[in-house]
């Protein structure tokens, strides 16, 4: 089945957002952390903010990409959000998300 699909192209879309780091409440200790790969609450917290902040901007290349496009998210209100953008413009998306429900009470 691999050799039935298309070869694999990567595209890298450097953006510009309106996102104010400094708007964080310590920014040199998120720098710090993320420089030392140790991420905490707040970094997390800030990556899913900047996530957000480019959901037009994806969804705007990807309804005009001209082909399938699958996009990764790491957080899941950015997977919704660009979700969202794209089946508002008539698009068929499919959502595949890697969080699992822990279920309780079984016996």
Do not use: Y
């Amino acid at each position: 089945m691999l050799k039935e699909l298309p070869a694999k192209i990567q595209t890298v879309l450097p953006v510009r957002v309106q996102f104010d780091l400094n708007s964080l409440s310590n920014i040199a200790q998120i720098r710090n952390m993320i420089e030392k790969n140790k991420p905490d609450a707040e970094v997390s917290s800030a990556r899913q903010q900047l996530g957000l902040a480019k959901v037009d901007i994806a969804a705007e290349w990807i309804l005009n990409a001209g082909c399938k496009v699958v996009a990764f998210c790491w957080h899941r209100s950015v997977v919704e959000g660009l979700a969202d953008q794209l089946s508002g413009n008539g698009h068929n998306v499919g959502v595949v998300l890697g969080a699992a429900q822990i279920k309780t009470g079984l016996a």
